[in-house]
């Protein structure tokens, strides 16, 4: 028996599997913030009780996903930190790229470094760029700084020095003097966490994972020390940005890379549906409380990228950010969840988002103390939304409330008709993501038009099929457990560790013992890190031609020579960027593996049914459309549905944990594991559908 939570922002996920059977049990609380544990603790004893087992029937390390290291970033809540650099550098947090995301504004907001120049430490040493002593470091000034770094109160420090990634000696001779002099204070060396080349990209890194240390060490222990208050006797493992599972004493020392660990989950679980409905080509659409996220899945596998902002000043401007040299699970982040506000600007124009009402006090239907109008209040006039059966029926909603809210707030601009109010949110909300998705798939070279689109999370299955629609998609799946498929990725997600480091070697100039010996450290670094055997390792170098200033990932094989990294280095390059420069001149920036413990994919084969369901007799309401207005549709229970019903919307296909809406038109089918499909009745497709009834 497995269990899994994923903390979001608004509500925490969980799901218990069996993985003899293949049967799964689903579940959802509202974030606790004032412990994230209690809700934890909470969800995984409903499950247990729901599925009539007890805690010792949970015989496989508990894995979680937490938003905590992100929060903590963004709404600055991490440790007193400092900053230990090379004489001279102590301002390159300050100075960063030297260039403007937004080159007309001329009132540009920069992100504030994480560390004042009070706690910012310059010692005097030197390497150069091949990691050759240009001048000796100084460990006398090291002592003095401890001792300064002991009177402020410093909760956490951050070692960068220049060019540490060629040559580790100088920070990890830091790290033992401040070992000994400051007992119990973590310290963070960019040799050990990120040691690749870009400065500031590195010290911001190095910055972000000192600032989470102490307070993400905290969250591990409530955790932990919850799921053991349950009577469960396993150990907690934990999700990172890139997919995969590691260790929480490795996460302890660098919890930075979970930074992104719940929206990867979810990515993770996206392609595990799809490889079981055999799609390779998948747009994840995952839309909860607070954002929406849209990843791009090609062959059953998320792209990773190596780089990733946090606290961006403005959310769709790249370069507003903290810089992090993370890998993270390639994907764009949206201000729109359930819980965003919608609001009148100062020119009379709705806007939705970025701002969340959260869980606390959540929207105004919650009945939790919102006053302020949400996506979700905006869902529940229109009646997409069941107010009886929010979270399967543990949860009322109070419809009054939403449209008191649409009226108070939105009320003059919409002749004081909630109704249109809240038809304008859903409008903007829809037109907004639908643009994001546009744009994310273009830039990487994809037509969105070709690939289908796999909706989970709380909010994205009532708004996929008119997203779809806005971007000529003509499929949709929904998956049976669409409510918490982050918590179900985190289940299928392998124990998985990623090291790099920087090393300039031009292909001309390859030398099979040098690599062999990078190679070799990595390898030894992620087993470390993965703390159990490796069972295999994936080879992948950032390459570029001499000269250039940026450089592209290239997955290379353990046998493979210069001649064939040059040969799969000229192919990615063309398949990046469509030419092919008839220039041999090539090098490899930074060298780095994937390490993957055993691990044997369990399978969720179905989700257990809504007890409820079956009683239920079939049932309709009033839901609003652009091309009808309010009408009565059919709500039916997904997961009370056999294998081959198929409906014509408009209708309704509520879960517990979500729900689906189906438009106008669209074609409604449930597959054999339960999943719903919907062909969208695209105006173009000239599509002849014929209403009909429920058929098994």
């Known amino acids: 028996m497995r269990v899994s939570f994923d903390i979001g922002g608004t509500f925490t996920d969980l799901v218990l599997l069996d993985e003899r059977s293949g049967r799964a049990w689903l579940g959802k609380c509202l ?33 979680g996903a937490t938003t905590l290291v992100t929060n903590a970033l963004i709404e600055r809540r991490g440790a007193d930190t400092a900053l230990i650099t090379t004489r001279g550098f102590g301002d390159t947090v300050e100075i960063g790229r030297e260039w403007r995301y937004d080159l007309y504004d001329q009132q540009l907001q920069l992100p504030d470094p994480l560390v004042p120049v009070r706690q910012r430490f310059e010692v005097t040493e030197r390497l150069r760029a091949d990691g050759a002593v240009h001048t000796p470091l100084a460990l006398d000034e090291i002592g003095r700084i401890a001792d300064r770094i002991a009177e402020s109160g410093v909760e956490s420090v951050a070692v960068c020095l220049l060019h540490s990634y060629a040559n580790s000696a100088h920070e990890e001779a830091v790290g033992a003097v401040l070992a000994e002099r400051l007992p119990g204070v973590p310290v963070t060396l960019s040799s050990h966490l990120v040691p690749v080349i870009r400065e500031y990209e590195r010290t911001v890194t190095t910055l972000a994972n000192a600032y989470v240390r102490p307070v993400a060490g905290e969250h591990f222990a409530d955790v932990e020390r919850a799921i053991g208050q349950v009577g469960i006797a396993q150990p907690l493992v934990l999700m990172q940005s890139n997919g995969g599972v590691v260790s929480t004493a490795t996460a302890r020392q660098y919890p930075l890379r979970l930074l992104e660990s719940g929206p990867a989950a979810g990515a993770i679980g996206a392609a595990y549906v799809g490889q079981r409905l055999g799609l390779d080509r998948l747009i994840a659409f995952d839309m909860g409380g607070t954002t929406a996220k849209v990843c791009v899945v090609e062959n059953g596998t998320p792209a990773v990228h190596h780089g990733f902002e946090v606290g961006r000043v403005h959310r769709l401007k790249p370069g507003s950010g903290l810089p992090v040299a993370m890998p993270v699970v390639d994907m764009l982040e949206i201000g729109a969840g359930g819980g965003s506000i919608a609001a009148l600007d100062p020119l009379g124009l ?12 959540g929207p105004a239907g919650y009945g939790l103390g919102g006053e302020q109008p949400t996506v979700t209040d905006a869902d529940l006039v229109l009646g997409y939304l069941d107010p009886d059966y929010f979270l399967g029926g543990r949860m009322s909603l109070d419809v009054d409330a939403a449209r008191r809210a649409m009226l108070a707030h939105l009320g003059p601009a919409f002749d004081d008709d909630p109704v249109a109010a809240a038809a304008g949110i859903v409008r903007v909300v829809d037109e907004h993501m639908a643009l994001a998705m546009r744009v994310h798939a273009t830039e990487r070279g994809h037509d969105p038009r070709t690939f289908t689109m796999l909706a989970f999370g709380g909010a994205a299955p009532v708004h996929a099929a008119r997203v779809a629609r806005i971007l000529g ?16 990725g985190l289940l299928v997600a392998p124990p998985m560790v990623e090291t790099s480091r920087t090393r300039l070697t031009e292909l001309a100039q390859w030398s099979d013992a040098a690599v062999a010996e990078v190679y070799a450290g990595l390898v030894g670094q992620a087993a470390a890190e993965l703390a159990e055997p490796v069972d295999r390792v994936e080879r992948f170098v950032d390459m570029r031609f001499v000269g250039q ?67 239920d007799a079939p049932r309709t309401r ?3 459309f652009p091309e009808t207005g309010l009408t009565e549709a059919p709500v039916l229970r997904m997961l009370a549905q056999p294998p081959g019903t198929r409906v014509v919307g408009p209708a309704i296909f509520q879960l517990p944990e979500s729900t689906a809406v189906v438009g106008p038109g669209d074609l409604a089918e449930v597959d054999r594991d339960g999943n719903l499909h919907i062909m969208v009745n695209l105006p173009s497709a000239n599509q002849d559908i014929r209403r009909s009834e429920v058929a098994a």
């Open 473 to 488: 998609l003509r499929r949709v799946v929904i998956p049976t457990a669409a409510g918490v498929l982050s918590a179900t």
């Open 350 to 361: 709705l806007k939705v988002g970025p701002h969340s009402a959260g869980s606390r006090p």
């Open 31 to 63: 974030t606790t913030y004032d412990d994230f544990s209690r809700a934890i603790a909470q969800g995984i004893r409903e499950l247990l009780g729901t599925g009539d087992l007890g805690p010792a029937d949970v015989d496989h390390p508990v894995v």
């Open 622 to 624: 009033q839901v609003w």
């Open 549 to 615: 200033g940026f450089e592209i990932e290239v997955p290379v094989a353990d046998t493979d020579g210069p001649e064939q990294y040059l040969t799969r280095f000229a192919a990615e390059y063309q398949r990046v960027y469509g030419v092919r420069p008839d220039y041999q001149r090539a090098e490899v920036v930074t060298w780095r593996v994937r390490a993957y413990g055993r691990f044997t994919q369990p399978e969720l084969v179905r989700t257990a049914p809504d007890t409820r369901a079956a009683a």
